[in-house]
């Protein structure tokens, strides 16, 4: 008999986030696969600042605040303080990939024994859909009314294919456009718990996500949006598995 | 036989179970909850209870369980 499909326990029953945000369905696959694995006592989550430090709205596991930026190397030092612990960081885009760029690849150099959560919707959410790093070529938003001009601003920035440069575990990028890739994308965060439980260290996770409210879309067509837009510049795939080398 | 139990109060009525069930058997119905959504409901008979919308639900709004 398969058995029940219920809420996970580390689940709170009301979330903060606006409907179709990716950020509470991560939420939900992170706390299922703590709990399927037994761990979810000794999970201790690092966030930082933006729509991401929503998360503890979802998963209520022990939690810590970093300064903005500032998870990775917080996570750190929650590694080594507690030794027993199974630590992630929780980040978007303008936490991992801008302000707090340094610290995500020094602690992927360092091959800091944490899973990293990284969600990629390609816009600084909580503060009202401005340009990051992250937005595509020609993405209008609130600080690009013309669309990105990447002659001027750079090119989309992948710190997933950067992370997977550093001596790292594993690294792959993984999407929420439907039921298969939210199912891949749970396969992907079992296994970069398994990488931490192993102790075989630095494991990153990039989950492109869709922001309904700024990319100014209807949810279901931002969803789409991810397969057909998105998913072309951000490759999916595993970009780095060290068991394979 | 599996029961799929809808918690109405969670639902933000976004629409991506509706858009991923494989037998169009959700659709937002016309009670609004608590949040002032139109909660998503099933039409049983359509329903093969295969937890897609369980999967995909970004608001833990379903659960499927064994009566």
């Given at each position: 008999m ?11 029953e ?6 179709g945000?990716?950020h509470?369905?991560?939420g939900?696959i ?12 000794r999970?201790?989550q690092?966030?930082?600042v933006?729509c991401?430090c ?8 022990d939690?810590?605040?970093?300064q903005?930026g500032?998870?990775?190397a917080?996570?750190?030092g929650?590694?080594r303080a ?5 630590v992630?960081t929780?980040?978007?885009d303008?936490?991992?990939?801008a ?5 995500s690849l ?5 091959n800091?024994n944490?899973?990293a ?6 816009v600084f959410g909580m ?8 937005t595509l ?13 990447t ?23 993984c999407?929420?456009t439907?039921?298969?890739h ?6 992907a965060?079992?296994k970069a718990f ?12 990039e ?7 700024n ?14 837009i998105v ?8 970009l780095k598995?060290s068991?394979?080398? | ?5 809808i918690?109405?109060?969670r ?10 069930c494989?037998k169009d ?5 016309d009670?609004?909850?608590?949040s002032?959504?139109?909660a998503v409901?099933?039409d ?8 897609t919308?369980y999967r995909?639900?970004p608001?833990?709004?379903f659960?499927?369980i064994?009566e």
């Amino acid at each position: 008999m398969a058995k029940d499909l219920l809420t996970p326990k580390l689940v709170s029953e009301l979330n903060r986030f606006c409907p179709g945000c990716g950020h509470g369905l991560i939420g939900k696959i992170i706390a299922q696969v703590l709990e399927e694995r037994g761990v979810e006592d000794r999970a201790i989550q690092v966030y930082a600042v933006g729509c991401s430090c929503l998360i503890s709205t979802v998963v209520q596991a022990d939690s810590i605040q970093a300064q903005h930026g500032r998870a990775p190397a917080v996570a750190s030092g929650v590694r080594r303080a507690r030794p027993d612990a199974v630590v992630y960081t929780y980040q978007g885009d303008g936490d991992a990939a801008a302000i707090g760029l340094s610290e995500s690849l020094y602690a992927a150099y360092r091959n800091e024994n944490y899973t990293a959560i990284f969600v990629n919707n390609g816009v600084f959410g909580m503060t009202g859909g401005q340009m990051a790093p992250t937005t595509l070529e020609g993405q209008k938003t609130a600080t690009s009314i013309y669309g990105r001009d990447t002659s001027v601003t750079g090119q989309p920035f992948k710190l997933a294919e950067l992370v997977a440069q550093m001596p790292v575990a594993y690294v792959e990028r993984c999407s929420l456009t439907d039921a298969k890739h939210i199912a891949q994308t749970k396969r992907a965060i079992g296994k970069a718990f398994d990488n931490q439980l192993a102790g075989k260290g630095y494991s990153f996770i990039e989950i492109l996500s869709p922001c309904p409210t700024n990319w100014k879309m209807e949810p279901v067509d931002a969803y789409k949006r991810l397969q057909d837009i998105v998913a072309g510049e951000y490759k999916l795939g595993v970009l780095k598995d060290s068991e394979e080398e | 036989m599996k029961k799929l139990v809808i918690y109405k109060n969670r639902c933000k009525a976004c629409g991506f179970c509706i858009d991923q069930c494989p037998k169009d058997a959700l659709s937002l119905g016309d009670e609004y909850n608590a949040s002032g959504y139109a909660a998503v409901t099933v039409d049983e008979d359509e329903c093969i209870r295969c937890g897609t919308c369980y999967r995909v639900c970004p608001d833990s709004v379903f659960e499927l369980i064994e009566e």
